[in-house]
């Protein structure tokens, strides 16, 4: 189980998962390309604004004795969940060009993979949801 979570969890990274699902749509469906690719970029609007809010709060990983996380991290920075924002930014995005229901029970899957992994506390996935679907309500 753990195997399967992390490599889920892999595909979150800097969004890429939302994005290539842009990158799809907008190859599959030439008609609404535009609107696929700005949705490609409101994803990652919203990791740029997650960037942001972590080099201010600067939130460490949690530590937990005897427990180590379950994935390597690239920044110590826990506050607020990048996978959480941009998967409730793309999946908020998406939903309006692709079936919502799927869309928005792989955002929640990648957002409980975090503290599941041990490289997030709870309010991290909450708050980064937040700002992920802040940053596409403010972007449509």
Known sequence: MERAVRRFSRLGEHGLLWVGIAVAGAAVVPARRAEF????????MSFAANQAVKLVTRRPRPELPGLPP????????SYPSAHATTSAAGARVLSKLLPAAPLCAMAAAMS?????????????????AALGAAVA???S
């Open 37 to 44: 690719l700005r949705a490609g970029a409101v994803v990652g």
């Open 112 to 128: 409980l993979s975090r503290p599941y992994l041990g490289v997030h506390y709870p309010s991290d996935t909450v708050a980064g």
């Open 137 to 139: 309500e403010l972007a």
């Open 70 to 77: 379950l994935v390597h991290t690239l920044s110590n920075r």
